[in-house]
């Protein structure tokens, strides 16, 4: 019988979630899962295809604290961020699903094999925290070019975190702003 994907949390369009994957480590970070006819990931060179593509398999975390967002955007999150390891379940998360990844060309190809829900949270749309998740993709591709479109892009977004987000989005954002040398 198929799974339905809605029951974890992921809804037709771009998931953003964190993917976690093992090598010798357990490698952390957000990624946008495409939800349409199949569910799939674009994918550029980064650990997460690497891993992904060794082991054929993707963990994936639905997860709504900013500071997750944040380091696993950078470095790996460390074990002591984990509520369970076996299977990778990141404190806080709402969810969790396993995937068989199949490479194709600049997208994984994703079938779930199985999951669980962990908490249900009522939450209102926050425009500092969805700023702070724009912020962060701009950060990930400002770290490679260094481009002040970039970064006044970034600091926008850093507007809206401090006008709409609470504590720990600003903190995030903070933390952002080390990681990319923007201070
Ligand atoms: C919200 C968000 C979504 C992202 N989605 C993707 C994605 O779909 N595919 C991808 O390759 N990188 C994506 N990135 C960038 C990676 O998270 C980033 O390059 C990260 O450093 C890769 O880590 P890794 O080398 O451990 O895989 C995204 C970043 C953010 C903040």
């Avoid at 339905?4 to 970070?29: Q, R």
């Avoid at 500071?67 to 709402?94: H, N, Q, R």
């Avoid at 969810?95 to 190809?109: E, P």
């Avoid at 829900?117 to 700023?131: I, Q, S, T, Y």
């Amino acid at each position: 019988m198929e799974i339905l994907i809605e029951k974890f949390g992921l809804y037709e369009g771009i998931n953003e979630v964190i993917g976690i994957t093992f090598g010798g480590w357990i490698n952390t970070a957000p990624i946008g899962l495409i939800v349409g006819d199949d569910i799939r990931v674009r994918l550029y060179s980064n650990h997460t295809r690497e891993l992904l593509e060794k082991s054929g398999m993707l963990y994936v975390n639905v997860v709504h604290d900013p500071i997750v967002f944040v380091i696993s955007a950078f470095e790996d999150l460390g074990e002591e961020w984990f509520e369970s390891l076996e299977p990778p379940v990141i404190k806080g998360s709402l969810s969790w699903m396993k995937f068989r990844a199949r490479l194709d060309g600049n997208f994984a190809v994703l079938d779930l094999l199985e999951g669980d829900v962990l908490r249900k949270e009522v939450r209102a749309v926050n425009r500092g925290f969805n700023a702070l998740i724009e912020a962060t993709v701009h950060a990930t591709r400002y770290i490679l070019s260094g481009s002040e479109t970039l970064a006044d892009k970034i600091r926008y977004y850093g507007r809206v975190v401090e006008r709409c987000g609470s504590r720990r989005e600003k903190e995030a954002y903070n933390l952002l702003v080390k990681y990319a040398g923007l201070d």
